[in-house]
Structure formats: structure tokens, C-alpha cells
């Protein structure tokens, strides 16, 4: 029976939510998780950063995986195995080693659907790709809110473990419609690359990717750390998913320990913080930078200064305040500049790196927030926390905004040298607004597919910034491109 294709992504939209829900669960659970599993705070931060090792692990080359092997029978395997970790995690097994090898392979199993589910959109979406991506990628938060949410109420009635539980029973009911109705020839992606692209647009891409590729790694890696304002921006881009995932994992035991309130006002109140700031922030910020001329010249940079600024005087109130609504409020507006940073830097960041680098500066990106942002987050605040205490760890969490705002300041810096060695900007502007395009268009850089299965990339970055293109100038090739006028 033939599946149209939007009802194969309600399908992968709903798996997307319900694979995060272990994300939400267990902050909102780690009061009764820590006694239950009888896991020090340490041991229960390194547990939280097992996941994302697990995702960073397969990303190295989960990409290629779907360029060798039959799509949907990987996907099937991730099904299997999510479902499977998640049911044994939560079961008692008196030492800490099984706990952190589950949750190990949750994030190994949840990486390939991370990685294919937008591909597939990529290939199969048709004219509402950008839009389903969009969608697919937003529902991520949505996912953790609601597994925060679900499990707030089921460990107050009953056990936590029936929060894991109910997610199985979802996963599964969701696996099973997927492995009998989905066909292979409406999910396997190289099939329909085959079918989608000429021989001309394959040539193109493949000649395209043969220019980086007759680089070596490390080549491609000293030509793309040379360029400090990408680097500048990938580190306060890391040093923000740091502390959100320090907030989400954290906040929760924080505020009713040190802020003496009640376990069920905390729950509410933050989920209600962690889904409203970052998305308002998030659409907050794109829309300004629309006002604001777009993603143009030092002014973009200006822009992300003051976020971070804002961000540094929202955090820093929180080690020193027992205040829970003061508490929550700084927090509220912490998030929301955080949120808003994101549009511009990532503007900034894509168009600061040349052509030929800018797929695999986007690998480079996602490698780097992961093993420098969401992977060591709840390790080193547990860490601090079972060596001193949890405003120790708070003060190191919210106070590393300040090194972020500091980067930041060195961003424009660099920005500002490059700018005095330009000449000739407005004409190199015209030029570029005569041929603008959007990044979700523009295949010769920003293929999804393409990007996706070489360098297991998964593309957060372009679907949390759609259409940035046509508002960046690439001011790294206006040199260039000046000097061959010239000639």
C-alpha cells in the first residue's frame, strides 16, 4: 500500500518528538533518579552527557552509513535499539556502569534518525522541504518540553520509571507503523536522488565535492581554524548550547534545593521558561536583523555583542539570589537573548568561511558544539557540585557567559581589521544582491543530502536560520573577487 509522502513525515515528526522525551524526563525526574539508581551528582552528570557522546560518536560517520546500506532497514535498527535502551535503563542494577551504557546507546541509536529524517525531507518534501524541515527540527524543544512535562506529573503519582516507560510504548507503536507501511522505495533516499537530479546537477556536485577532497583532513582543518571569526563564533555558539544544556539539565534540583520551592511550581515554571524564551528569542532575533538591514558588515556583530551582554547581566544575578520568581525571571531572559543570538551568529558564521570549506565548516560546527557544548554540560556541573557545592557549580555555569561576551568582543575586532583591507564594498554588494539565494537552494553549497551523507552533519544550522543567504555577504571573497575584476 502506497504512503503519500506527508504522511510519512507526520510519521518521522512524531518520532522526532517522541525520541526527546527522555531528554525533558529525567531532568524533571533527578531528584527520585538520583535516590533510586543511588548515583552521586557527579555520576548522574556523567550519565546526562552519555547521550550526546553517543550522538557524536555516530555523526563521525553515521552520514556515509545511508550511501552503503538499505535506508530504512538503518532506521529500523534505531528503532530497535532506542526502544530497547530505554527500556532497560531504567531498571535497578545495583552498579553505575549499565546506567551510563544505556544511555550510551540511546544516543547511538537515536543519531541515524537525526541524520536521515531531514535528508529524507531533502528528497521527498517536494515544494514544502523548507517548511517540513523547519517543522521537523522545532519540534526537538518541543519533545523535551513535553517529556519534562510528562514525567513532572508521573513522578508525582508514581514511579519516574513509568514516564520511560510510557515513551517505550509510544517509540514502539510508532516503529511498528513505520517497519509495515513505509515502503522502501518511498524512504530509501538513493533511489530518489537518482530520479531528482540530472546527470548535470550529480557531475556538479560530485566536481564540487572533489575540490575539498583533494585536500587533506588536516589541510581543510588549518585553512578553516585560520579564519578567527568563524572560529570566534563557533566558540560562543558552543559556550551558549553549554549553557543551556547546564540549565536543562541542572536548574530543576537547583531551584528546589537552594530556592526552597515546592517540586511541582519548579516543574511547571520551568517548563514553562525553558519552551517560551528560546523560540520568542529565536524568532525575536531573526525579526530584528530583518529590520535591521539583515546579516551586513559589523553591525550583525554589534547586534550579537549586545545579546551577549544582555545574557551576561541576566545569568548574573542567579548564583546569588534565593528568590525562586527573581530566580526564574533572570532565567527567562537568559534563555531569551540566548535565543536571539543564534539568527545572526549563524549568519555570521556561514558567511565568513569561502565556498569550498563551507561544507565541511558545518560539520566542523557541529562537531564542536557537541564535544564542547551539549557532551561536557552535565558532566562538569555535577562534577563541581559533588566536589563543592551546587552554587559553586551555578556561579561556573552562569558566569561563563562572560568568556562568551569576551570572544564576542574579539569577533568584531577581527571583523574590523578584514574591513579595513576591503575596498570597493558597495560594488561587491551590488553585485552579490543581483545573485543572492537561499541556503536550502543553493546546491552547490548548502545540498542538504549532500552535506548530510559526506560529512554527517545533521543540518540544524540551516533550518534554524532559513533563507540567511540572500542577507550575508561572503566578505571573505570580496578580495577575490575585486583582484579578478581588476584583471
Not at 558588515?297 to 541576566?314: D, E, G, H, N, Q
Not at 534565593?322 to 534563555?335: D, P
Not at 568561511?353 to 566542523?364: E, I, Q, R
Not at 570572544?407 to 570597493?424: E, H, I, S, T
Request: hydrophobic content about 45%; charged content about 15%.
Amino acid at each position: 500500500m502506497e504512503i503519500k509522502p506527508k504522511w510519512i513525515f507526520c510519521l518521522l515528526l512524531c518520532t522526532n518528538i517522541i525520541i526527546n522525551l527522555d531528554q525533558g524526563i529525567i531532568p524533571a525526574a533527578i531528584q527520585q533518579i538520583e535516590e533510586s539508581l543511588e548515583l552521586t551528582s557527579e555520576q548522574l552528570g556523567y550519565l546526562g552527557s552519555q547521550v550526546y557522546a553517543g550522538v557524536t560518536l555516530i555523526c563521525l560517520f553515521g552520514g556515509k552509513l545511508f550511501l552503503h546500506f538499505n535506508s530504512k532497514m538503518i532506521v529500523m535498527f534505531s528503532y530497535i535499539g532506542m526502544i530497547s535502551s530505554l527500556t532497560l535503563f531504567p531498571l535497578n542494577y545495583g552498579s553505575s556502569w549499565p546506567f551510563y551504557i544505556f544511555r550510551f546507546l540511546t544516543g547511538c541509536s537515536k543519531a541515524p534518525m537525526m541524520i536521515y529524517f531531514p535528508v529524507w525531507v531533502d528528497n521527498f518534501g517536494g515544494e514544502s522541504k523548507t517548511i517540513w524541515i523547519t517543522i521537523l527540527q522545532g519540534v526537538i524543544p518541543l519533545g523535551i518540553f513535553v517529556g519534562y512535562s510528562l514525567s513532572s506529573v508521573i513522578s508525582s503519582l508514581w514511579q519516574w520509571q513509568a514516564a520511560f516507560y510510557i515513551q517505550v510504548i509510544m517509540l514502539t507503536a510508532c516503529a511498528t507503523i513505520f517497519i509495515i507501511f513505509v515502503r522502501n522505495q518511498d524512504f530509501d533516499i538513493k533511489k530518489s536522488t537518482k530520479s531528482k537530479l540530472g546527470s548535470k546537477s550529480i557531475n556538479d556536485e560530485q566536481s564540487f565535492l572533489a575540490q575539498t577532497s583533494k585536500k587533506s583532513y588536516w589541510q581543510m582543518m588549518k585553512e578553516l581554524y585560520s579564519i578567527k571569526l568563524w572560529l570566534c563564533c563557533t566558540i560562543v555558539i558552543s559556550i551558549l548550547y553549554f549553557i543551556v544544556t547546564g540549565i536543562q539539565f541542572w536548574m530543576t534540583d537547583y531551584m528546589i534545593h537552594e530556592m526552597h520551592q515546592e517540586k511541582q511550581t519548579v516543574n511547571i515554571v520551568f517548563a514553562i521558561v525553558s519552551i517560551t524564551a528560546p523560540v520568542f528569542g529565536c524568532i525575536t532575533g531573526g525579526l530584528i536583523a530583518q529590520k535591521l538591514g539583515g546579516y551586513q558588515r559589523t553591525k550583525s556583530l554589534y547586534v550579537c555583542v549586545l545579546y551577549c551582554s544582555l545574557c551576561c547581566l541576566s545569568a548574573a544575578p542567579v548564583p546569588f539570589t534565593v528568590t525562586f520568581w527573581f530566580g526564574a525571571l533572570c532565567l527567562w531572559f537568559l534563555l531569551f537573548f540566548g535565543g536571539a543570538i543564534v539568527p545572526p551568529l549563524m549568519g555570521i558564521m556561514l558567511s565568513s568561511v569561502p565556498k569550498h570549506l563551507k561544507a565541511f565548516a558545518n560539520s566542523s560546527t557541529t562537531m564542536f558544539q557537541n564535544l564542547f557544548g551539549f557532551l561536557p554540560a552535565p558532566s562538569i556541573y555535577g562534577f563541581l557540585m559533588e566536589r563543592y557545592n551546587s552554587q559553586v557549580a551555578v556561579f561556573a555555569l552562569m558566569y561563563y557567559s562572560f568568556f562568551g561576551l569576551f570572544v564576542m568582543l574579539l569577533a568584531v575586532y577581527f571583523r574590523r581589521q578584514q574591513n579595513n583591507k576591503k575596498v570597493g564594498f558597495e560594488e561587491v554588494f551590488a553585485q552579490q544582491q543581483d545573485s543572492k539565494s537561499s541556503v536550502l537552494q543553493d546546491e552547490e553549497n548548502f545540498n542538504i543530502t549532500v552535506r548530510v551523507l559526506q560529512y554527517g552533519d545533521a543540518p540544524l544550522v540551516t533550518s534554524l536560520t532559513p533563507h540567511i543567504e540572500d542577507q550575508i555577504l561572503n566578505y571573505d571573497n570580496q578580495e577575490e573577487e575585486l583582484n579578478q575584476k581588476e584583471i
